[in-house]
């Protein structure tokens, strides 16, 4: 596990119970699978969490340790303005609004924000799914 779930236990604790109640009200799931044939994607609970803080990205699709993963889901939280996160060049608002997508499959990047903006981005990478 990561060394900060260690450090940090009660938060990891609390940033996992965010993802188990954000699951249960995310309607905005998006797949390569479902983009084309419209069938929705249940992701399970994940094991990783990246906190990311005034992170801008340029697009990209997923790499690295987080290899074979499916369905992530990002929040943003804080007091920004902009900030949307693009899939695959469709726009979507992101702020205290989950969206679960397929990063390592669909490009995706983060528009430009002003202001303080933090996302959450939960994950499992491949081999970690019983964890």
């Known amino acids: 596990l ?3 779930n260690e450090l940090f236990p009660e938060l990891t604790d609390e940033i996992f119970e965010l993802e188990r109640r954000l699951s249960e009200q995310s ?27 005034n992170a801008q990205f340029t697009p990209h699709v997923d790499s690295g340790k ?14 920004y303005d902009g900030g949307e996160l693009f899939v695959e060049g469709e726009m979507h608002d992101i702020r205290y609004r989950p969206v679960e997508f397929d990063g390592w499959k669909l490009r995706h990047w983060t528009n430009r924000f002003r202001g303080e903006r933090f996302s959450l981005v939960w994950f499992t990478p491949e081999g970690k799914q019983d964890t």
């Open 2 to 4: 990561p060394l900060a």
């Open 27 to 53: 309607r905005d799931r998006i797949t390569a699978s479902s983009m084309q044939s419209g069938v929705e994607e249940r992701r399970p609970p994940s094991s990783h969490c990246a906190v990311n803080c």
């Open 66 to 79: 987080g290899a074979g993963q499916s369905l992530s889901m990002i929040v943003g939280l804080g007091d």
